[in-house]
């Protein structure tokens, strides 16, 4: 177990009618804000009316930008800095997925920077101030509503890219699970990958003696595993989506990361599928995270076996450790099937004409390596994409 | 599961030589402080020359209150106050163990307070200000380097009594595991028992679709459980040091505490037991906690079964749970007797002459019914009583 600091400070507002309380919460930061959030299905749900009139009530002006798309585009994000800085607005609220989230934390970082807030995403500079950013969670997945991270694609280009910082922490994320409910079955099941993403990147680690990080991930992966049929075949299980919405932020708030060295290649991998195709994250997660698993599992086999036996109850066989590995790697693939994701790039549409193309930017065209558990250089990505056909 | 707000602040700081930061993390709230601690201990093992030493490289100018004891005295806390407003101190630094934690949080309410802050532990007043504090843990037992509450003891009537707000949570914990390994062991054990018990304060609920969480507890339980013997055997070992101590922080952390609504009828019930016979606090809870399951476990068997299986590896006899149930609370009595505590009241040297008495504190005289998984009256606390003779 490694040295580590662990410091959250996001407040978590969790439960039925807690989208009333966003008011009275922003008011503690400003009057004078930046609302953030995507398409309309905000307002077909009559989310926005209850968060419209929940800042009025506490005298909150706000201006809107609205249009953020999944995987959130740079030029959206200079538009609501400009917003920011021409209306000295205090405060950005988020309504919204990791998209909209995100978009919100480039955007906080951004104002007050001199140079282009682009810069904190390619490594060049590293964010000294932020205005402070809350959120009105409408879906499990990304996990941003409790992070310190952001992800922004550049559509010159398409780069897709994150940075991190302690400063870009919500001061607050209110999350009614109900409100997700009426999003489109295959959304739910992307940021069912997703969240299970998180976790497994954080699971597959060279760090040794993390017995109680292991556990706690694979106690929110089955508890994951165990909900998600139901909330996939009845959207109004509060229950369930309680579940999953819990575990979606626990995943991805760093807690899991405490003493270890995670991996991320999977989700460095993927960021090349949707920053050129466009297709949700967690659904690209999906296809590339069984591809990874296969090209790395002897690493370390009696992780896998671990995974396997752990958290999807494989019966271990005691003499072919790697059959038990590789039964948990099916198990995953076969979850990911019954939630109506692919496993394959072709499910996504994806055929095999720019692999060459992906692993090469995933490395940054100079041979980065990527990943800790392995570390992965052009060849070895290629080789994924083609073990994900 | 229940709506829930969850936010801990605390910063942790963990890991090898992290004691050495302490001045550069104090320093940036206060150049005045109270430093508080028990007895020579920490001196004997070097940490208060290195904490000193910290102190002093960070120009902090200090006073020192020592002399914490165990079930920490009403007394010292006045103590703490009259010094904090003497010399107008702005920042109380603990450095021990929960006694020494609770202490400083005790001062930390009663300076700002201008009536006596024993109000707080009655109930008769609620923190509305406070001193910030951080902490230096010792030994992984209480929680309370990362929690929002304190417990002390009135000299005037054995009162032990507890608090809590929002207002304690430490600013920061510094947490090397390698401190504790100096404690004697029959204290480590009582540590544990009472890391243990706030796992098990929490998970026995009635609190229904609570999954994610009954699953965070029993992975914590399962890493403690596999830890013990060797923090026990081999005081040198960090890596089992390093997963006990964090287990210990995560365990009344509150983040188990979410949506669900626990039951701190046994904390109420020990409390009696050490503030009149001034037992570890964790040793009178390894004699009550049993006692207690066997007296509530029909309420819920099944989630007593859950409880043997998961936690203890009992093979389930699907045709006598009660059996199964019974049998996770023998394992339960056969873990603390393996790391040297005993399960009966006499193992601790306290006759049955005054369990009565004892049931009619608890109870605040006045038949209080204690615990919310079973509401528990004067006589059940004596029945409990009886049963851990």
Request: charged share 25%; proline share 4%; aromatic share 10%.
């Amino acid at each position: 177990m490694n040295n580590f600091v662990f410091n959250n400070p996001t407040k978590i507002i969790f439960g039925k009618d807690t989208e009333n309380k966003v008011g009275e919460e922003v008011v503690k930061y400003s009057k004078k804000i930046l609302l953030v959030y995507g398409g309309g299905s905000i307002k077909r749900t009559g989310l926005y009316d209850r968060i419209i009139s929940s800042l009025k009530e506490s005298q909150i002006e706000f201006i809107e930008l609205a249009g953020v798309k999944p995987n959130p585009r740079l030029s959206l994000v200079y538009e609501g800095i400009k917003i920011c800085k021409e209306n000295a607005l205090e405060f950005i609220l988020a309504v919204g997925g990791g998209s909209v989230i995100d978009t919100a934390k480039a955007i906080a970082i951004g104002v007050p920077y001199n140079g282009d807030v682009w810069d904190f995403y390619t490594g060049k500079a590293i964010p000294q101030a932020a205005l402070p950013i809350g959120t009105v969670l409408t879906i499990p997945a990304a996990g941003s509503e409790s992070s310190d991270s952001s992800v922004i694609t550049n559509e010159d280009g398409w780069y897709k890219r994150g940075t991190g910082s302690e400063l870009i922490y919500p001061k607050f994320s209110i999350l009614n699970p109900i409100i997700a409910s009426t999003i489109p079955k295959y959304h739910v099941a992307s940021g069912i990958a997703d969240i299970m993403a998180h976790l497994m990147e954080r699971y597959f680690t060279n760090t040794k003696n993390v017995e109680l990080t292991d556990r706690l991930i694979e106690a929110t992966m089955k508890t994951i595993i165990n909900h998600a049929p139901a909330v996939i075949s009845n959207p109004d299980d509060y229950e369930a989506w309680s579940q999953l919405m819990w575990s979606g932020t626990i995943a991805h708030n760093n807690l899991f990361s405490c003493g270890r060295v995670g991996d991320w290649a999977s989700h460095n991998i993927e960021h090349e599928l949707s920053g050129i195709y466009d297709v949700p994250h967690g659904a690209g997660l999906a296809v590339v995270f069984p591809a990874w698993m296969k090209y790395v599992y002897k690493h370390d086999l009696n992780r896998f076996v671990q995974f396997a036996v752990r958290v999807w109850n494989v019966e271990e066989d005691f003499f072919n450790l790697e059959k038990t590995a590789l039964e948990g790697i099916r198990k995953l693939e076969e979850f990911f099937i019954s939630i109506g994701l692919g496993v394959h790039l072709e499910d996504l549409g994806i055929k095999d004409d720019r692999l060459e193309e992906m692993a090469d930017k995933a490395t940054n065209s100079d041979n980065h390596k990527l990943g800790n558990f392995v570390k992965l250089d052009k060849r070895d990505v290629y080789n994924i994409l083609k073990l994900a056909k």
